[in-house]
Nanobody
Framework: RLVESGGGWVQPGGSLTLSCVAS????????MGWYRQAPGKERELVAA???????HYVDSVKGRFAISRGEAENSVYLRMNNLKPEDAAVYYC??????????????WGQGTQVTVSS
């Protein structure tokens, strides 16, 4: 189960922080990350944190977004700075107990909308 929050509207150049808490029957550290899907586009992996706490970012957000684990087990934040209109999308958390690296679980949460416009 995934509980996502933190989306909203922001002007270009603004910041938002998304949060996600994952819970399930499998104990241990999950690989976690955030995907996004804009209208008419495929869902893409934006940022991920592996079981070993290595991070991965799509090139378009490097230097602007930062993913980190929260204090709660299998919780993750995505800090998004200098947001651009092209960052607007529905953002989905992904938590994968079976992957050591990138999260590719086919179970998805509801997603949270991020709107960037003036």
């Amino acid at each position: 189960r995934l509980v996502e929050s933190g989306g909203g509207w922001v002007q270009p150049g603004g910041s938002l922080t998304l949060s996600c808490v994952a819970s399930g029957d499998i104990s241990g550290v999950y690989a976690m990350g955030w995907y996004r899907q804009a209208p008419g586009k495929e869902r893409e992996l934006v940022a991920a944190i592996t079981k070993y706490n290595d991070t991965h970012y799509v090139d378009s957000v490097k230097g602007r977004f930062a993913i980190s684990r929260g204090e709660a087990e299998n919780s993750v934040y995505l800090r998004m700075n200098n947001l651009k209109p092209e960052d607007a999308a529905v953002y989905y958390c992904n938590a994968d107990p079976w992957s050591d690296y990138l999260p590719v679980n086919e179970d998805w949460g509801q997603g949270t909308q991020v709107t960037v416009s003036s």
